[in-house]
């Protein structure tokens, strides 16, 4: 919940009809429509800086059953100062806390009357709690953190795990590498198998027909130096001796068929089109052994 950089002014004409109606909201859902409203990036947004903090959290100090995450939500008194979000949950005082009753109902008491400052304290660690309640229900919902372009921290760690980690890497070739996310885990493997290979070329360039014809055979021609001369090298039988100067061979070669195309997504894939140096880098990526 915290951002680096704080707007010089606090647009909160937008938010005004849903401030007022707080209680209809999610506790994090509201959080979420706060921090979108201002354009706040949470990936990389500090967490040392409480200066920084867009919303400001307490804890609701009623004893009654809550009907809802959020009691209340009120915009910043001036340009520089928090949201002040009143919830209903994991608070030091209020229907959930852990302390003792006579105690809770002492607060409860202090907050009808605006009386006292002991639940401002406690508010200091309500405040925590909730901005760590927060982040911990963050991390690990991707479909939270996911920012266009797979800029976010959680896609940089699924993009490690298959040789991508590195962003420059990513940036120096042509291809759309926020969509391969989807196919991590197996990328991720030891092997690729023709139908992962073809799965990822097809969900990547939205192809709905793409096959992989293996062991495709071809002519090798034989180095210079290492075709057979009689009398002067590889000339050894059942070693080095090769008769001519090609080889047949199945294990480099395989055919790559994308059918159904239309005739511009046909032009797109000729050498000249401009889906043909992304499906060069993409299958050189896709193939583990060099072929």
Known sequence: MDVTARS???DVAGLEPVLGNARR???FQLVDLIHRHHGDDLERGGHDEPRQERIRF??????????SDVVSALSPEHEHAPYQMEVSFLGLHGSQSPLPGYYLEDLAWEAGQNLGVRRHFLDFFNHRLVTLFHRAWRKYRYYIRFQPGASDGFSELVFALTGLGDSRLREATPVNWSKMLAYAGLMAGRSRSPEVVSGIIGHCFDLDDVSIEQWVLRKVD?????QTALGRANATLGEDTLVGSRIRDRSGKFILRLRNLTRQRFADFLPNGRDHQRLVKLVEFATREQL
């Open 58 to 67: 307490s804890a609701s100090a009623g004893l009654g059953f809550p009907g």
């Open 25 to 27: 909201y999610s506790f």
């Open 8 to 10: 010089a002014a606090a």
């Open 222 to 226: 034989i180095a210079r130096d290492q």
